[in-house]
């Protein structure tokens, strides 16, 4: 459980109106847990022609399906992508059938929507560079997708739409999206907690009136009930809390600074100092370039396209604005060097990033 944390849970009814609160819930039971492995599944890219050599490690890959007239359709993502084979097109022996292994993200659909007449899709990775085209998709065995996740939500006040279906009024299909929201002791909303899907309710013994819920949603890893802990009074007011944690909650960390409120934005012209002590991975980055700006707590984005729709504004400061980024060294040894197949951004690269955005950075 996660005592002394109390949520929200927010949806919609069929007709997609303005979000509703549909109940306050004092507690949960089974949020926390480890995540199970993401399921790694096997695809074909049939009919390739690639711009340049593919590397065996792709990570993030976007796959736009294009129409007759080469114009994409949408997009369709896939991480962790790594290439298993590749052999001569059987029905164009100018073009390559290539076999990877992938995990496909979440909140999109199983499969690619490709039109009538289609031309095939496009192939790009995670920064926007063309790697090529081919003329097909097609799904190799299909893995075998992990159990839900049963969460209960606890002594839940409800309310609007989701009352009206327990109460027989009328029926779960006219649930529509919905969402979970932990709240600090304020009743403000601390961080997202997932998507939750109502699948069982009962009476609830914590009072007359109450529900016990029972859901099935992603859990959140057990370092998110440290990290809600600290910010459960609120905004903290102590700089680097979040160094305790390692890349995993430092990642998490940046929910509940994003989800709390920002000052107005500073003049353009304005110094800021980023403490890089502790900036030893890109997680810290950001923690640490949102502390500079916004104080203790403070966001500035969780990634670089984060940080770049921050500095168009509403996030404290306008550019063109300094940096000095004090401890330089320690990030200088340390980011970006993990063999990963999608690594984070080099300690050269930020620098790089920052100047093309109009900040100037002073190494301190």
């Keep these: 459980m996660t005592a002394g944390t109390r949520f929200a849970l927010w949806g919609e009814d069929e007709d997609h109106e303005d979000e509703q609160l549909w109940a306050l819930c004092e507690d949960t039971e ?13 695809y074909e890219l049939l009919g390739c022609a690639f711009e340049a050599e593919l590397p065996s490690a792709l990570g993030f ?40 292994e992938a995990v496909r993200c979440d909140q999109q659909p199983d499969y690619p929507q490709r039109v009538a007449l289609s031309v095939g899709f496009r192939l790009s990775d995670g920064h926007n560079r063309a790697l090529g085209h081919f003329r097909d998709l097609a799904e190799v065995l299909p893995s075998e997708e992990p159990p839900p996740h049963p969460v209960r939500l606890l002594g839940c006040a409800v309310q609007g739409p989701l009352l009206d279906v327990l109460e027989g009024r009328t029926k779960w299909r006219k649930l529509g999206y919905r969402s979970l929201a ?13 998507h939750p899907d109502i699948v069982g ?8 009136g109450l529900y016990d819920l029972t859901v099935h949603m992603e859990p959140q890893p057990p370092v998110v009930a440290d990290v809600w802990r600290l910010w459960r009074g609120g905004r903290p007011v102590v700089p680097n809390l979040w160094a305790r944690f390692g890349s995993e909650g430092r990642g998490h960390w940046l929910g509940p600074a994003l989800a709390h409120p920002r000052g107005p934005d500073r003049s353009a012209g304005a110094t800021y100092h980023l403490d890089g002590r502790h900036v030893t991975d890109a997680e810290g980055f ?3 370039l949102g502390e500079a700006v916004g104080g203790p707590g403070g ?17 404290g400061a306008t550019r063109p604005f300094t940096l000095v980024w004090h401890h330089h060294e320690v990030a200088r040894r340390s980011l970006g060097l993990q063999p990963l197949a999608e690594r984070p951004a080099t300690f050269d690269e930020l620098l790089a990033f920052l ?3 109009r900040v100037e950075v002073v190494l301190a």
């Design 61 to 100: 890959l976007v796959l736009e399906p294009l129409d007759k007239n080469g114009k994409a359709t949408g997009e369709w993502y896939l991480e962790g992508a790594r290439v298993l084979a590749s052999r001569p097109c059987a029905r164009d022996l100018s073009r390559t059938d290539v076999t990877i």
């Design 299 to 315: 966001y500035f984005g969780s990634g670089l396209d984060g940080v770049a729709d921050a500095l168009c504004g509403g996030f």
């Design 30 to 42: 089974n949020l926390f847990a480890d995540p199970p492995e993401p399921v790694r599944r096997r």
């Design 201 to 208: 309710r009962q009476p609830s013994p914590r009072g007359p």
């Design 182 to 194: 932990a709240l600090d002791a304020a009743g403000e909303t601390l961080a997202w907690a997932g």
């Design 355 to 357: 100047e093309e955005e």
């Design 286 to 288: 950001f923690c640490a």
